[in-house]
Nanobody
Framework: EVQLVESGGGLVQAGGSLRLSCATS????????IGWFRQAPGKEREGIAY????????YYVDSKEGRFTISRDRAKNTVYLQMNNLKPEDTAVYYC?????????????????WGQGTQVTVSS
């Protein structure tokens, strides 16, 4: 059974940091590319960062590189999202998702498996 379980969310002050984890099971990160997404109240789900299965190459949406870093530990079947210098507008539910692909996939609808999400709240 494929599962993705996010953790690491919480309440943080503006300027603070959080590291989200996405623990995966039922598949290998060598075959599935992973994306981190978020959804704020009243807004559509948006992609944040992606990592490919083939070589761990990464891509960030809208210049989030610099504050956000996606990484993976293949031995632990876990993907991380390090978030620094958090801002109130980063408040959202954060999701990880997996798609059977060797390359980075930026089409949200192509992701087959999703976690339940973890809440991140940034206070001003």
């Amino acid at each position: 059974e494929v599962q993705l379980v996010e953790s690491g969310g919480g309440l943080v002050q503006a300027g603070g940091s959080l590291r989200l984890s996405c623990a995966t099971s039922g598949f290998t990160l060598d075959d599935y590319s992973i994306g981190w997404f978020r959804q704020a109240p009243g807004k559509e789900r948006e992609g944040i960062a992606y990592i490919s299965s083939s070589d761990g190459s990464t891509y960030y949406v809208d210049s989030k590189e610099g504050r956000f870093t996606i990484s993976r530990d293949r031995a632990k079947n876990t993907v991380y999202l390090q978030m620094n210098n958090l801002k109130p507008e980063d408040t959202a539910v954060y999701y990880c998702a997996a798609t059977f692909s060797r390359t980075i996939v930026m089409v949200t609808a192509w992701y087959d498996y999703w976690g339940q999400g973890t809440q991140v709240t940034v206070s001003s």
